[in-house]
C-alpha cells in the first residue's frame, strides 16, 4: 500500500472544507487536525470530523501537531504568513489555495519561498482537474476548433480576484501559456462589495491580450445578466474553425466544429470525488516520486498577474497594463474627454493623420502621448 500522509488544514471556510473532504476520502491522507480563528467554524468541523483535532491558530496547530502536509485555505492576505510558518516545519508538501496572495509579488515571494525548500505544491485550480474542462483543454490544444481567437466569460455574483482567477488561470492553459501583451479593465464599485477579505467590483470588464493576438474578455460582478440561460458562468471559446461553450463548474460543454456541424453536447457523471482530492492526490504522487512539479502554481500566479493588471488597470483610470506587471509604471493623468466635441484648440492630435505606430511591444498608447507632447 502507499505511503499515507498526515494533513492538516488551516482555515476552515469554504476552501479549507473541500480540502478537508478531499483528505477525508483519500486514502492517500490521515485528516488529523485543522485550525480556525472562528469558534463557530471549529464546532462545525469537530462535528463533522470528530477525530481530528482542532486549534484556534495555526500556531498552536503546528507547534503541537506538525504533519506531513498543510493546507493553507485561509483568506488570501494571510496565505504568506501561514506559508511561512508552515515552512519551519519538516513538511513533505503544500497546498496554497488560490489566488495564492492578494496581490502578483506576494504570490511570487510564496511561489520561490516553496520552491527554495524544493517541497511539492498544489494550487487546486478545479478546471485543470475535472473532467468536463481538461476535455475542453484537450480539444483545443488538438487544434480541433482551429487557432484560438477569442475567450469570452459570463460569471455573476463573483469578481476578479476571487473566481476570475480560475476563469484566467483557465485562459492561461487554453494560450499554453503565451504571453500576455497588456490588460485593460474598467469597473463599478459603487456598492462598496467585499468577498472573501478583499475588497472587489460591483460590475467589471477585464480585457487582454496575448502576442499572437489571441483575446479574453471577462464579465464580473455582482449581478451580470447573460446572452443566454445559464446558471453563473459562461465561457465561449472562439477557434477559426468552431466553438465551444462550457458554463463553469458545471460538467458538460458543447462543442461546433466541422465533426459536430450542428454542435454536440458532451456531459460527464460529477462522480463522488471532489476536485481537491485530484489535486491532494497528485501532491501525494509528487512526494512520493520526491519531485515537485510547479506547472500548476506557475499556472496560477500568472492568472495573479492577470488579475492584478486589471486592478491596477481600472485604479489608473482604466489604462492598458502591459505585462510584466514589475515593469508598469502609471502615466500621467490626461485631460481628455473622449466623447465630447473637439473645440478645435487646446491641443490634441489629428486621429486622422496618426504618426507611425509606436513599437509592436508597445501596445499602450503612452508613448505615442509622449510623442504628442
Ligand atoms: N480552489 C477552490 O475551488 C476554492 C474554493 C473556495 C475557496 N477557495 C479559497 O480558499 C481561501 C479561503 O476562502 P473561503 O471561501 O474558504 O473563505 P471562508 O470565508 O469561507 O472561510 C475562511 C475561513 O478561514 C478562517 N481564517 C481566516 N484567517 C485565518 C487564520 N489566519 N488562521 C486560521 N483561520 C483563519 C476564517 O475564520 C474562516 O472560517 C481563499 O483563498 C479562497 O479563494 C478556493
Not at 511570487?108 to 478545479?126: D, F, K, Q, S, T
Not at 516520486?289 to 486592478?311: K, N, V
Request: net charge negative.
Amino acid at each position: 500500500m502507499s505511503h499515507q500522509y498526515t494533513a492538516a488544514v488551516i482555515g476552515a471556510g469554504m476552501g479549507g472544507r473541500v480540502s478537508m473532504a478531499g483528505l477525508d476520502a483519500s486514502p492517500r491522507f490521515q485528516l488529523v487536525a485543522f485550525a480556525d480563528i472562528q469558534a463557530e467554524a471549529r464546532a462545525d468541523i469537530q462535528e463533522m470530523y470528530p477525530g481530528i483535532r482542532a486549534f484556534s491558530s495555526h500556531q498552536e496547530l503546528f507547534s503541537a501537531c506538525p504533519t506531513d502536509i498543510v493546507c493553507v485555505s485561509t483568506w488570501p492576505p494571510s496565505h504568506l504568513e501561514v506559508t511561512q510558518a508552515a515552512l519551519q516545519l519538516p513538511l513533505r508538501g503544500i497546498l496554497v489555495e488560490k489566488p495564492l496572495a492578494d496581490n502578483f509579488a506576494v504570490g511570487r515571494r510564496i511561489l520561490e519561498l516553496i520552491r527554495a525548500r524544493n517541497l511539492p505544491m498544489a494550487v487546486p485550480h478545479g478546471l485543470l482537474v475535472a473532467d468536463h474542462s481538461t476535455q475542453v483543454l484537450q480539444r483545443v490544444h488538438a487544434g480541433e476548433i482551429g487557432q484560438l481567437k477569442l475567450v469570452e466569460i459570463q460569471c455573476t455574483g463573483w469578481d476578479i480576484i476571487n473566481a476570475g482567477i480560475h476563469w484566467l488561470d483557465f485562459f492561461v492553459e487554453l494560450t499554453h501559456r503565451e504571453p500576455v501583451e497588456y490588460v485593460l479593465a474598467a469597473c463599478d464599485a459603487s456598492t462598496r462589495t467585499y468577498r472573501d477579505s478583499m475588497q472587489v467590483e460591483t460590475l467589471a470588464v477585464t480585457y487582454a491580450q496575448t502576442t499572437s493576438g489571441t483575446r479574453v474578455v471577462m464579465n464580473t460582478g455582482d449581478y451580470v445578466s447573460f446572452s443566454e440561460p445559464v446558471e453563473n458562468t459562461l465561457f465561449r471559446l472562439v477557434g477559426t474553425l468552431g466553438t465551444i461553450d462550457f458554463y463553469g463548474w458545471e460538467n458538460r460543454y458543447r462543442i461546433l466544429n466541422a465533426e459536430y456541424p450542428q454542435g454536440q453536447l458532451f456531459e460527464f457523471d460529477p462522480g463522488p470525488t471532489v476536485l481537491h482530492q485530484r489535486h491532494l492526490e497528485n501532491l501525494a504522487a509528487q512526494i512520493d516520486r520526491a519531485q515537485p512539479d510547479y506547472t500548476i502554481a506557475e499556472g496560477s500566479l500568472a492568472a495573479l498577474e492577470l488579475c492584478e493588471a486589471a486592478y491596477v488597470s481600472i485604479r489608473n483610470g482604466s489604462v492598458p497594463v502591459p505585462l510584466p506587471l514589475d515593469d508598469f509604471t502609471p502615466p500621467p493623468a490626461v485631460d481628455w474627454q473622449p466623447g465630447l466635441p473637439y473645440s478645435g484648440h487646446g491641443g490634441g492630435r489629428n486621429g486622422r493623420r496618426l504618426p507611425p505606430r509606436p513599437q509592436q511591444d508597445d501596445p499602450t498608447l503612452r508613448t505615442a502621448q509622449k510623442e504628442d507632447k
